[in-house]
């Protein structure tokens, strides 16, 4: 039996904590910004309301099912495609049918590169910059595992079977860097030569389809996630400055380096030779999916000085509100 999953699958105050947690960080923002931003308030008076009661039951309803070691993977890679279909839907729906599904109306293109490659271009830390930021100070990478509107399509794309493909490791890095300084130095070149703004939007364009064909051939093919793993630069800022929270994966001395952890990861971050080492990449996205299939129990988190199974109890928690935030609050 897996016990840091199992034994807290039925844990009342957490989910009362869950709960209450939601209903007043929705309240909060509902109240305080100073615009109508929940939809529910949009499609009929009060409705803001009803719409909080049910995502923070929908909080708890997540966090029971994440709790559950057999179908952690399996619900943790549905609820994100989950969110990345209702994203883009709000965003279709916002374009085509009626601008009550946008956020505030102000378009932009949404493919992650866009939070660097934007605040580059205008020279400002703006919104989506900070939004970012916390979410990294708040919940470590769960930005690339649980949250971010684009990386649960390359999750579905590379499927649920693992396939072994070593030749792509050594470049990786090279790759990662290459496409973050580009994503950076673009726009402060299109800045500098003053580029007219079809030319702008002709490169983002560009750029935007480059990502979806390396889902749609390279993931797939793969097997793994080498859009989010090899391509993305937020995947990349991610990956350096997850440390800034304190939630840590680790194996401990139950492991018997028996490799069934191996094809559980999509993010190539655990090989044979890190098992070895008892490490994991840095491109590890801390998912957890690696944590449910081991069956000695022997991968968990730990935020400093907490034991492992609060650790994981407190990391599930933070997800599922941060999950249903996003899921009510994010949209273009
Ligand atoms: S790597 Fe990029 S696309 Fe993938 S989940 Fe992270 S931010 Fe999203
Ligand atoms: S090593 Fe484990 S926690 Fe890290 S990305 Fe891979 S499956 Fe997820």
């Not at 859009?227 to 800022?237: A, D, E, L, S, V």
Request: a positive charge; glycine letters at 6%; charged letters at 15%.
């Amino acid at each position: 039996m897996k016990t840091g999953f199992c034994k807290y699958t039925t844990k009342q105050p957490d989910s009362v904590l869950l709960f209450t947690t939601t209903v007043l960080l929705l309240l909060f923002v509902r109240l305080r910004v100073n615009f109508t931003i929940l939809l529910g308030d949009r499609l009929f008076p009060y409705g803001g309301y009803i719409q909080i009661l049910l995502m923070s039951f929908f909080a708890v309803w997540i966090y029971n099912k994440l709790n559950n070691p057999t179908y952690y993977a399996l619900y943790r890679k549905r609820l994100w495609l989950l969110f990345c279909f209702w994203f883009f839907l709000q965003f279709l729906l916002g374009i085509w049918v009626s601008d009550i599904f946008l956020l505030t109306g102000k378009l932009h293109f949404p493919f992650p590169f866009m939070i660097v490659s934007g605040a580059a271009y205008r020279t400002e830390i703006g919104f989506m910059i900070i939004l970012f930021l916390v979410t990294i100070l708040l919940s470590g990478s769960a930005w690339c595992s649980h949250l971010c509107y684009f990386g649960g399509f390359d999750s579905w794309a590379s499927g649920n079977k693992y396939k072994k493909r070593q030749w792509i490791i050594p470049i990786q890095w090279g790759v990662k860097l290459s496409v973050l300084f580009l994503s950076v130095l673009f726009p402060i070149l299109f800045l500098i030569t003053e580029t007219d703004i079809r030319s702008i939007i002709t490169v983002i364009i560009m750029a935007g389809f480059t990502e979806i064909a390396i889902m749609l051939f390279i993931s797939r093919q793969q097997k793994r996630m080498v859009h989010c793993t090899w391509f993305c630069p937020i995947g990349t800022i991610v990956a350096i400055t997850k440390f800034i929270n304190p939630l840590r994966i680790r194996f401990n001395n139950n492991c018997t380096h028996c490799g069934k952890c191996i094809p559980a990861c999509k993010y190539n971050a655990i090989t044979p030779e890190s098992i070895r080492q008892q490490k994991f990449h840095l491109t590890c996205t801390r998912c957890g999916d690696c944590k449910a299939s081991c069956p000695h129990n022997a991968i968990e988190y730990q935020y400093n000085g907490i034991s492992p199974s609060l650790s994981h109890r407190i990391f599930l928690i933070t997800v599922s509100i941060l999950y249903v935030l996003f899921f009510s609050l994010a949209r273009i």
